[in-house]
């Protein structure tokens, strides 16, 4: 059985950085992607990795700040954010999937609780 558990968030000023983790267990064989979800808004992809390492998916709002990255001998899946700014202020949870199209929310069949993540000053 597929567990995910989300740690890292906090509150950080604009253009400071936060690593994301999520701990992944039962996972090797799945996709894992970070996923955010605002008051008042949909949850959104905003990066997301395949099984093995070599297909990786960003949103355009977080492409060149944002990493993802997975140790699958740690089960680990690690979202390392950069240049943070107040717009990524959100609740980031962490999802799994057997075969998902690349941050489909509806694709991913697993979820763990969220870590809020505030941008301000």
């Known amino acids: 059985q597929v567990q995910l558990v989300e740690s890292g968030g906090g509150l950080v000023q604009p253009g400071g950085s936060l690593r994301l983790s999520c701990a992944a267990s039962?996972?090797?064989?799945?996709?894992i992607g970070w996923f955010r979800q605002a008051p008042g808004k949909e949850r959104e992809g905003v990066s997301c990795i395949g099984s093995s390492n070599n297909n990786t998916f960003y949103v355009d709002s977080v492409k060149g700040r944002f990493t993802i990255s997975r140790d699958n001998s740690k089960n680990l899946v690690y979202l390392q954010m950069n240049s943070l700014k107040p717009e990524d202020t959100a609740v980031y949870y962490c999802?799994?999937?057997?075969?998902?199209?690349?941050?489909?929310?509806?694709?991913?069949?697993?979820w763990g609780q969220g870590t809020q993540v505030t941008v301000s000053s």
């Open positions: 039962g996972a090797d064989y799945y996709a």
């Open positions: 999802g799994a999937g057997g075969m998902p199209r690349l941050c489909v929310p509806w694709d991913y069949d697993y």
